[in-house]
């Protein structure tokens, strides 16, 4: 169980990292907005760099929830179970703000100076595509998939297309990028 100060922290960091990105996050900013004293930040967290780590795996933490709901729930063909993930996705992105994906923002803000972040959220896709690509390998089992199709290829592709579409998004302020996307892909895909 996480300690209520620190899950303060993490919440609040979580938006404003959405918001404001690695670099505009302000510590007295993050203090003042959760009513935290700097020596609570700093009994939680090592540094700043620390602290965002944690928000990026309890960012993974919600993710994972929102893949177990979506693709565990066998009643619905795989398919339609992976778009949903996504269309729980673009939902959520909605309620934000249409502020996109924390992990496709960090990755485009520190990835070219942050081999620790550039590391780590690169697993974090990773980890997003190899449960994808488990629920792709049961439609091409249920012969909703050629036989032949590469399901960790598609599922890396529909990442790599979907964080593009959250960048559009989020420049835009529309969901529209995210359901074009969506509509290609498994167009495309399942045709």
């Known amino acids: 169980m996480t300690h209520a100060t620190k899950r303060r922290l993490l919440d609040a960091g979580l938006a404003m990292l959405l918001k404001h990105g690695y670099n505009d996050l302000g510590i007295q900013a993050l203090l003042e907005a959760t009513g935290v004293p700097k020596g609570s930040f700093y009994h939680h967290f090592r540094d700043k760099e620390a602290f965002a780590l944690e928000v990026v795996d309890e960012y993974m933490r919600n993710v994972h929830a929102g893949l177990d709901a979506c693709l565990g729930d066998e009643t619905v063909p795989p398919l339609e179970r992976v778009r949903g993930f ?48 488990a629920c792709l390998k049961e439609a091409r089992e249920r012969g909703d998939l050629p036989a032949d199709s590469d399901v960790k290829k598609l599922a890396g592709l529909l990442v790599d297309c979907w964080e593009g579409a959250a960048l559009r998004s989020r420049l835009r302020r529309d969901p529209a990028p995210l359901g074009e996307m969506l ?3 498994f ?4 045709a």
Do not use: H, N
């Open 86 to 133: 996504f269309v729980a996705s673009q939902d959520k992105y909605r309620e934000e703000g249409y502020m996109g994906c924390l992990l496709g923002g960090l990755g485009q803000e520190l990835s070219g100076v942050s081999d620790v972040f550039r590391g780590k959220i690169e697993w974090c896709f990773g980890e997003i595509a190899a449960r994808i690509a």
């Open 187 to 190: 167009g495309r895909v399942a």
């Open 183 to 185: 509509d290609f892909y």
